[in-house]
């Protein structure tokens, strides 16, 4: 398949303006002001055209749910805070092309009618937050943004608000929080964002690459668009591969790409002598599969079947030399690091676990810490306030399941037989 | 009405309450932490779990959370179900891993959310083996200790603090298992509500500083409903004493008044009664003696008198104390008064009177619910928990209006503050009436702050008219009621008077009598005074004239429990039960009549004014009867409301407006272009100023002046001035503020006690070089 988001994109010399339009840039805007909006959120329907930013919600229904009557103001909000561990993806587009950006929120406003739109930039991209914000000018000057945009009688302006940085700020209702300068803790969803949302108004968050999607999708159908997948899946996708590889890199491929091409084609394979232990489908919120899932297609109704999800699209690779309990370890930091601190079960639960799992990983563990461990996981991941600890206890939870053995292990001998490996190898 | 089914009982419910709501509504405890009626649910805290099967829904039980269910007829909720009990569990398990089980030596212990929970829930032991996170503690100034590491993240605090009472120097920092509950620095708590930290916090990490003090476990505190002494409002209070001494002053909800806040002059001004200076021993001449001996002193010199009595009573005097006093004047045939300044008499009156003519004053839920207020003055002093109750309107969008000569905290939250020097205030009030009165405010007048008020006084659904008695004349008062009556019966008229019984007062009070008290104690024509709970020699405006005057006297008796300039000039002294330690009523701002009851007794002997009053009736001679029989006859069927009620409007006959010329102090006349006002804060009261906790926030003493008057006179920022009144002159350095009126110098009362001015009264300046 040839490039298709990523098919302009630069992140040395990005396009301005000028040359971003003589590749077509800002073509979609003709298109879409000559339609309906109603109509566009058809075609985004029609296209099954899945949400990017980890939940896979129909981008098209969520739209059409929101409602043509929500009252005005209403809001866009582009997610670009992107800080799953394991991906790179909206970074990619953010620094290779700000304009294709401006292009995808300016026609989803327009279908959404949204007067103001919010791209919220994730802390450490703040360079590519520059540059946006330049493309943004360079926009507004050339009548792509403002009033009566091209004569179209649609009025936008876009904001680029630079996250302060933490995990949380990619949830949807936290985020809404911190544009509105409050603590970054998620609210609870009843009243919804799509009807409460920024300071109480109606408001759609999307991420970006599901943004990017949509000018393609109205300058070529929505039935091209399907077809550009694979295994049943729809559209291009952007898939990030780390991890033990040879050459972890981000790749636009046919969703439903199977993760045996994505790591042993693209990435080219792991290291001579390794074999693949296990691998995160989705970056680190997501659960582990096994060498027996490489054939799944890399979508999010198949990947959801083999027991994980397919998240961000982004896959972290795990050989045989690699500890498992470390690496989950490892991730059980993070979380407990980037909890925000609201819910009890998260944010002193997490701790808890990454407590036991230390013990376990150093060799101090105990045999029924992993009883403990499954039983604190049910709790946390059902009894959380919002997605994040359901996301967070994911891959340990599977990881528990999967290297059960190693665990064991663990337990029994009281010490991380990856270590004693090393040591004996250096 | 629907009913849920709460582990198999039909439990009725209020349409959008949620199951946490409704269940306790039903009396029935689901445990729960962050959930708290004022402050609503959060969802954070996740122990208020329960399991939940919808009606006729087909799905399978599920564990949720009962503060953000809705409750819905025919949902089964089961608290007692094994997976809702296994959650409630693991949120204890893990709310203790970091928490450091100091019960021992913690505050809070006894009465303690987080300890009551963690038994009723379990579990039992801990499984928990790794090292406990620790924060430090800030210094939050003298009323609330802090002790992070007790904290279980519940956000109800930083919810009372910022949402609740509008405050900013207190919240949420930091995240994960770190979120620190404080300032951004150390230092003393700004917001006046604050030591409700206290008791909003269901841990030990806010306690009170001034009962650590003087520490006892809380099961072994006596306590008894009482009614808070330090402002009209009322509050009901629950105060605890151990071992002969108080210990702390708790809110008592109240339905209509505090529900679950006082404020902090009313938690903690309770310290007076702890003073070390208090009076205990009866004292004539200056000499301790004995309570018969003081009683024979007393009986004698009255009986030996050939000329007129006089009794003055007092606003912070509890119904009985006044009533008595005027008993015993009317059976020795002479003058009775509770007002020792004529021109709070007058203002005073007036309030009372127009508020029978016009209706009641609405309660604090009432207050909570208007759409537009006008405030005249100051009300965070004057009546902290009606400043509390308009940050309640204002957060439900409605507009606050002010008119005002020295700063108010409360109008940070105005729609339309106009600062107005005292000596205008009834000239802007009349045009402000001629405005309404012209009925279209809004079209053909140009468009000022004024008819900005005028507009949103007419437009709003609810509104309220309020004015601090205290920094009014009896004109104004007299205008505002008229204004009220122009507004109609949506409008709503208040006073927050000076003096927690200054509603009752005023009902005993002849017009004119404080005037009449004074010119005959400076005529000599009365030669003995008792002064019961009333400081005249210590009044800013008259206290010069009073301190003149009662060198006249042949005897000067005070029944006080604080050691005011009265007392201690006192020939015969009658040291008397503090507010906790007798029963008693006072009339609130609405003329509420709510008893209170005796909570402890001090080992020294300490008869309340009642008392006194009829045992030296006695030795005279007179047999009065019993407080309750006096009261009878004067309000007629009176019953003395019982302490721990909501209390009852008091029926009364009607009080006449009294006339509109209102007394003179000698300051009138002079021809200054200065005039004085009161910089009022919530800690300035009677009793209040001898709880040195709350003393040791007094702001700095300086001379607050609007920078244009200011830099007129040539004034600088920061410059030194003195100013000079009837009975003194001080030396202050001057602070500009937005928030005086021009042509007015804003300063504390002890200032205006000194130099001898009232507010409103002119004051000479002279620049210090
Ligand atoms: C803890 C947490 C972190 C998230 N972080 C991101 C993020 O960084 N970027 C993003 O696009 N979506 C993130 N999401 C998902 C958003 O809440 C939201 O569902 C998404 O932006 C919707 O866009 P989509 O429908 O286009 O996928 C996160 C969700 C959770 C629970
Ligand atoms: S689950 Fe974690 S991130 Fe989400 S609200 Fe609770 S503490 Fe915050
Ligand atoms: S300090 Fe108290 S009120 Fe505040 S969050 Fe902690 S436990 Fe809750
Ligand atoms: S508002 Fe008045 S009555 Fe209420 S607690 Fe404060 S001082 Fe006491
Ligand atoms: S009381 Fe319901 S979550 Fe805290």
């Known amino acids: 398949m040839e490039a298709l988001l990523t098919r302009h994109l630069d992140p040395v010399a990005p396009l301005n303006l000028v040359a971003y339009q003589a590749t077509g840039g800002y073509r979609s805007l003709t298109s879409a002001f000559d339609l309906k909006p109603e109509k566009i959120i058809g075609i985004v329907e029609a296209a099954n055209l899945r949400g990017r930013g980890g939940a896979g919600f129909p981008c098209g229904l969520k739209w059409r749910l929101r409602g043509a009557d929500a009252p005005s103001p209403r809001y866009l909000i582009c997610n670009l805070d992107e800080s799953e561990p394991g991906t790179f993806k909206d970074r990619y587009l953010l620094y290779g092309g700000p304009h294709q950006i401006i292009e995808s929120i300016i026609v989803s406003a327009f ?168 691998f995160l489908p989705g970056g680190a919120s997501t659960a582990f599969l096994l060498p027996k899932h490489l054939d799944v297609p890399m979508d ?54 990454t407590q036991i799992l230390t013990t376990i990983s150093s060799g101090s563990g105990r045999a029924d810490d992993l009883a403990l461990l499954d039983e604190l996981c049910a709790t946390i991941a059902s009894q959380s306030f919002c997605a994040f600890a359901p996301g967070a206890v994911m891959p340990l939870v599977s990881s528990l399941k999967c290297f059960h053995d190693h665990y064991e292990h663990h337990v029994t001998t009281g010490r991380c037989p990856f270590n004693e490996a090393n040591k004996n190898g250096a | 009405m629907g009913k849920i089914m709460l582990d198999g009982h039909a439990i009725p419910f209020k349409l959008g309450d949620n199951i946490l709501q409704t269940a306790l509504e039903a009396n029935l405890e689901i445990p729960h932490f962050c959930y708290h009626a004022a402050l609503g649910s959060l969802g954070a805290c996740r122990l208020c779990a329960v399991e939940i099967t919808p009606k006729d829904s087909g799905k399978a039980p599920r564990v949720a959370m009962a503060c953000l269910e809705p409750s819905e007829d025919g949902l089964k909720v089961s608290v007692s179900a094994i997976a809702a009990q296994q959650v409630r569990q693991h949120v204890i398990e893990f709310l203790m891993i970091n928490h450091p ?96 930290l206290v008791e909003v916090c269901p841990t030990g990490v806010f306690t009170d500083a001034i009962f650590r003090q003087h520490f006892a476990r809380v099961w072994d505190l006596k306590t008894a409903p009482s009614i808070c002494p330090h402002c009209s409002v009322g509050c009901n209070t629950l105060p605890g004493a151990r071992d002969g001494t108080l210990r702390r002053v708790r809110n008592r909800a109240h339905p209509e008044l505090n529900r679950w806040f006082i404020c902090d002059r009313g938690r903690y001004g309770h310290q007076y009664s ?34 007129c009595i006089g009794g003055l009573g007092s606003t912070r005097e509890d119904l009985e104390g006044n009533a008595m006093l005027q008993a015993l004047l009317n059976n020795l045939g002479g003058i009775f008064t509770a007002f020792s300044d004529p021109k709070l008499e007058t203002a005073t009156i007036a309030a009372v009177s127009s508020l029978q003519n016009i209706g009641n004053a609405p309660s604090l839920a009432e207050i909570e619910q208007i759409d537009a207020a006008l405030i005249i003055g100051d009300l965070t002093a004057h009546a902290p928990m009606i400043d509390l109750a308009l940050r309640q309107a204002y957060r439900k969008g409605a507009k606050l209006a002010f008119l005002y000569s020295s700063p108010t905290p409360l109008a940070q939250f105005a729609t339309t503050a106009i600062t107005v020097s005292p000596q205008e205030m009834c000239t802007e009030l009349s045009r402000l009436y001629q405005l309404i009165n012209a009925q279209s405010a809004a079209e053909d007048i140009t468009d000022t702050p004024m008819t900005d008020i005028a507009a949103s006084l007419m437009g709003a659904r609810k509104s309220l008219l309020i004015g601090a008695i205290e920094t009014m004349t009896s004109q104004e008062v007299s205008t505002l009621s008229k204004l009220a009556t122009a507004l109609g019966s949506d409008t709503k008229l208040a006073y927050a008077f000076s003096g927690a019984n200054a509603y009752g007062a005023a009902l005993l009070s002849p017009t004119g009598s404080a005037v009449a008290m004074l010119e005959a104690v400076e005529a000599g024509q009365i030669r003995i005074l008792i002064v019961a709970g009333n400081d005249p020699l210590g009044d800013s405006r008259f206290g010069t004239r009073w301190r003149a005057a009662c060198r006249n006297l042949s005897a000067l008796i005070v029944l006080d429990c604080i050691l005011t300039a009265t007392a201690k000039a006192a020939d015969i002294l009658f040291p008397v039960a503090a507010w906790t330690e007798r029963g008693g009523t006072f009339i609130n701002y609405e003329g509420r009549a709510q008893g209170f009851a005796t909570v402890f007794h001090r080992p020294e002997y300490l008869p309340n004014v009642a008392r006194v009053i009829t045992d030296l009736a006695q030795y005279l001679g007179h047999s009065l009867q019993a407080a309750p029989s006096v009261l009878g006859d004067i309000f007629s069927d009176f019953q003395i409301p019982k302490p721990g009620t909501t209390g009852s409007l008091i029926t009364a006959p009607s009080l006449p407006m009294p006339a509109t010329a209102s007394a003179h102090s000698i300051q009138e006349s002079c021809n200054s272009t200065w005039q004085a006002a009161l910089a009022s804060w919530y800690g300035d009261e009677a009793l209040a100023s001898f709880a040195p906790g709350l003393m040791a926030l007094t702001p700095k003493t300086v001379a607050m002046i609007e920078p244009t008057s200011a830099i007129d006179a040539g004034i600088k920022n920061g410059s030194k001035i003195k100013l000079r009144g009837s009975s003194g002159s001080m030396v202050l350095s001057v602070r500009f503020n937005q928030d005086v009126a021009t042509g007015t110098i804003a300063i504390a009362r002890n200032v205006l006690v000194q130099l001898g001015v009232g507010h409103g009264d002119s004051l000479e300046l002279e620049q210090v070089l």
């Open chain 1, 111 to 278: 279908a959404l009618q949204a007067e103001r739109a919010f791209i919220f930039v994730r802390g450490e991209y703040a360079k590519g937050g520059n540059a946006l914000n330049q493309a943004i000018q360079e926009a507004e000057t050339a009548g792509l943004l403002g009033t009566n945009i091209r004569g179209s009688g649609f009025n936008l302006q876009i904001e680029a608000h630079l996250s302060g940085g933490r995990y949380i700020c990619g949830e949807e209702t936290a985020q809404i929080n911190a544009i509105e300068g409050k603590r970054p803790n998620p609210r609870h969803k009843i009243p919804r964002p799509s009807t409460h949302g920024l300071w109480g108004q109606p408001t759609t968050t999307n991420n970006v690459e599901t943004l990017i999607n949509v000018p393609h999708i109205l300058l070529n159908g929505a039935d091209w668009f399907r077809e550009l997948g694979v295994n049943g899946g729809c559209g291009s996708k952007l898939f990030c591969v780390s991890g033990k590889v040879k050459h972890s890199g981000l790749f636009e491929l046919p969703c439903g790409t199977p993760a045996r091409e994505l790591i042993f084609e693209h990435a080219g394979g792991l290291d001579e002598n390794r074999a693949l232990l296990g």
């Open chain 1, 300 to 353: 999010f109704d198949p990947i959801a079947k083999a027991g994980s999800r397919l998240g961000t699209g982004s896959i972290i690779v795990l050989d045989d030399a690699t500890c498992p309990v470390e690496v989950t370890l490892n991730l059980m930091r993070f979380f407990a690091r980037e909890s925000c601190g609201f819910c009890t079960p998260c944010r002193d639960g997490l701790p808890y676990l």
């Open chain 2, 101 to 196: 089980h100091d019960c021992p030596i913690c505050d809070e212990g006894g009465e303690c959310h987080l300890q009551d929970m963690t038994v009723v829930c379990g579990p039992p032991y801990r499984r928990y083996r790794g090292r406990k996170r620790t924060f430090p503690n800030q210094d939050l100034g003298p009323l609330i200790h802090h002790e992070m590491n007790r904290c279980i993240t519940c956000y109800r605090c930083t919810r009372f603090y910022q949402d609740y009472a509008l405050g900013n120097d207190l919240g949420a920092m930091r995240l994960r298992n770190e979120v620190y509950f404080g300032r951004f620095q150390d230092g003393p708590l700004e917001n006046p509500f604050a030591g409700n």
């Open chain 2, 274 to 307: 702890e003073h070390s200076a208090r009076p205990l021993a009866p004292r004539v001449s200056g000499t301790d003696t004995s309570y018969h001996d003081a009683l024979n002193a007393a009986a004698s010199q009255i009986k030996s008198t050939q000329d």
